[in-house]
């Protein structure tokens, strides 16, 4: 993924005595994505601690946490919750290796100070004091050279990793989310406010004519 830059002398010319140039709009979509999709896996991790306490409140708990220590709460729960075995403990496992080892670079992504460089489609970051690596948190250094494909490979990472957590929810609880508080509260005051409007609308009086739909197949899973 990340190139270290070929040269200091060249990095410090680049940056102090040439203009620098704004990164690319594909480059800025690419970082975004990598902010989106790691959030997916964020809000499915307090997900995942509801599950193992058995409570919506579980995102009270969790709330202000950053994506490594709600890995960490959910090993730290998961040995309470009976219906977890050992196969599932190895799972949440991995899921919080995987974690660990893609947040160096969403954090480096996310938080570098980004210029345009020379070459085509490559970009210059310069690493933020607020990003907690170094040259030895998964291979990321103050200064990397990367591309809009880079950052997007970790996007699909992290999308791949949403997936498994998700898999492994739905396997594993085989029970409804657990709604947010706030989206409970907001679709309450919806159902009050346009409940009987939908109700009586024609559409819904035809849907409910309609014979009940069939079985659904499942849909493919990664292996949990």
């Known amino acids: 993924m990340g190139r270290l ?5 060249r990095g410090v010319y680049d940056r102090v005595v040439a203009k620098p140039k704004k990164p690319t709009r594909a480059m800025l979509a690419a970082i975004g994505r990598v902010a989106a999709e790691s959030a997916v896996v964020e809000n499915d991790l307090r997900e995942l601690f ?7 409140y579980g995102r009270v708990i969790t709330a202000g946490e950053d994506i490594s220590n709600l890995t960490k709460m959910c090993l730290r729960v998961a040995k309470y919750n009976p219906r977890l075995t050992d196969r599932h403990i190895e799972q949440l496992i991995a899921i919080t290796k995987n974690v660990e080892a893609l947040r160096p670079y969403r ?10 460089w020379p070459e085509a489609g ?9 990003v907690s690596t170094s040259m030895q948190s998964g291979g990321i250094y ?7 494909a880079d950052a997007d490979m970790v996007a699909d990472k992290f999308v791949e ?9 739905d396997r594993t609880f085989n029970a409804p989310r657990h709604a947010h508080l706030y989206e409970r509260h ?12 939908f109700a009586n609308a024609p559409w819904a009086r035809a849907n409910e004519a309609q014979p009940a739909p069939g079985n659904v197949p499942d849909a493919e899973l990664p292996e949990a």
């Open 5 to 9: 830059a070929a040269s200091t002398t």
């Open 50 to 56: 509801c599950y193992l306490i058995d409570s919506s």
């Open 107 to 116: 954090n480096f992504l996310v938080h570098a100070r980004w210029e345009k």
């Open 122 to 130: 490559q970009h210059f970051g310069t690493r933020s004091s607020r």
């Open 142 to 148: 103050d200064e990397l050279i990367w591309t809009p």
């Open 161 to 169: 990793l949403a997936r498994y957590i998700e898999a492994f929810m």
């Open 186 to 197: 907001v679709l309450k005051k919806f159902d009050e406010m346009f409940g009987d409007i």
